[in-house]
């Protein structure tokens, strides 16, 4: 359905490695870094895309979150959404709600929300019956 999803950032090695930690706990291999750009990308490890692609803005402005916009990510389970969720707080990220069943999306609705340190929205969720 994607090809890509851009998240912008402010301060790009910070984003790399936050988004490198959470790529590598759900699965997702890098497929190029370029610290001179500022910009790197990750893919699902069977495919090519879509990719997850970190840069500074091309404009040269400030990246800023969006109200209402928010990356979310499949997780194959309920233990990786909990893992993920650590995984983010202890790179900087802060909490938009902790892990968790959410019924009132679906029954088996499990997921997390936190914000990356330049506080795009982020989301880890499963949808399996664990």
């Avoid at 990308?41 to 402005?61: I, K, V, Y």
């Avoid at 009132?104 to 989301?123: E, I, Q, S, T």
Wanted: glycine share 10%; aromatic share 10%.
């Amino acid at each position: 359905m994607f090809s890509h999803v851009c998240v912008g950032t402010n301060e790009f090695e910070r984003a790399e490695a936050f988004y490198g930690a959470l790529c590598d706990a759900l699965g997702l291999k890098l497929r190029f870094s370029d610290r001179k750009a500022a910009a790197a990308a990750w893919q699902p490890a069977g495919s090519d895309r879509p990719l997850l692609f970190l840069t500074r803005p091309f404009d040269g402005q400030a990246a800023t979150q969006g109200n209402g916009h928010m990356v979310a990510f499949l997780a194959e389970n309920r233990a990786t959404v909990d893992r993920s969720h650590e995984i983010a707080l202890a790179h900087g990220g802060s909490c938009e709600g902790p892990p968790g069943l959410r019924p009132h999306y679906h029954a088996n609705y499990y997921g997390a929300y936190f914000r990356d340190p330049d506080g795009n929205k982020v989301c880890v969720c499963c949808h399996r019956e664990e």
